[in-house]
Nanobody, 125 residues
């Protein structure tokens, strides 16, 4: 199993950019698919983006398509989420999750192999 740590969150004005990182420990990182989710206050956790172990396939929520880009560097055990053209509605705690399987349905959080602790992203208007 891998342990995940997110970083890169912060306060940014609308229209700005941030790059989140999800750093993993464990030599099997390269075999895991990685998912980004976010949770705003009072709302359910929602899917943002995902990438397969090889980086060959990605998936995005409609709300972030064309603005966010997910990528990974397995040699650095890190997945990135580049967020451009940020909007106030992107404000949330962002979490990365790992799973050995490529998924398009999410189930409960406990169904994923690992989660990070989250990083706060705040977009001011």
């Amino acid at each position: 199993q891998v342990q995940l740590v997110e970083s890169g969150g912060g306060l940014v004005q609308a229209g700005g950019s941030l790059r989140l990182s999800c750093a993993a420990s464990g030599r099997t990182f390269g075999s895991y698919q990685i998912y980004w989710f976010r949770q705003a206050p009072g709302k359910e956790r929602e899917f943002v983006a995902a990438i397969t172990w090889s980086g060959a396939n990605t998936n995005y929520a409609d709300s972030v398509k064309g603005r966010f880009t997910i990528s990974r560097e397995n040699a650095k055990n890190t997945v990135y989420l580049q967020m451009n053209s940020l909007k106030p509605e992107d404000t949330a705690v962002y979490y990365c999750a790992a799973d050995r399987f490529w998924r398009t349905t999410w189930g409960t959080p406990s169904s994923f192999d690992s989660w990070g602790q989250g990083t706060q992203v705040t977009v001011s208007s």
